[in-house]
């Protein structure tokens, strides 16, 4: 599913979960904006962890516009989606 920000794809069915990954590449910037955009992804999932599923292992594909989204817009974005699954 696709959010403003990132793509999310989720794997049901998995063990020894939640598991979660993050993908951003070059195209949203430099390293130093790819690391705040991975950065502020995964701290929105770490708030939001006890609403994801044991069973489930997701991917975050990060688009360009993450580049320069606020972290609350990102986190916002993150609830949207987690709340989908």
């Known amino acids: 599913m696709s959010?403003?920000?990132f793509k999310l794809v989720v794997k049901k069915g998995m063990?020894?979960?939640?598991?979660?990954g993050f993908i951003v590449?070059?195209?949203?910037?430099?390293?130093?904006?790819r690391n705040k955009v991975k950065r502020a992804l995964s701290e929105s999932v770490?708030?939001?962890?006890?609403s994801i599923s044991k069973d489930n292992h997701?991917?975050?594909?990060?688009?360009?516009?993450?580049?320069?989204?606020?972290?609350?817009?990102i986190?916002?974005?993150v609830k949207k989606a987690l709340s989908k699954i």
């Open 25 to 33: 590449s070059s195209k949203v910037g430099k390293s130093v904006i």
């Open 75 to 77: 986190e916002i974005s």
């Open 15 to 20: 063990v020894n979960g939640p598991k979660v």
């Open 3 to 5: 959010e403003r920000y």
């Open 58 to 73: 997701l991917i975050f594909i990060a688009f360009p516009q993450a580049s320069s989204a606020k972290k609350d817009e």
């Open 46 to 50: 770490q708030r939001n962890l006890l």
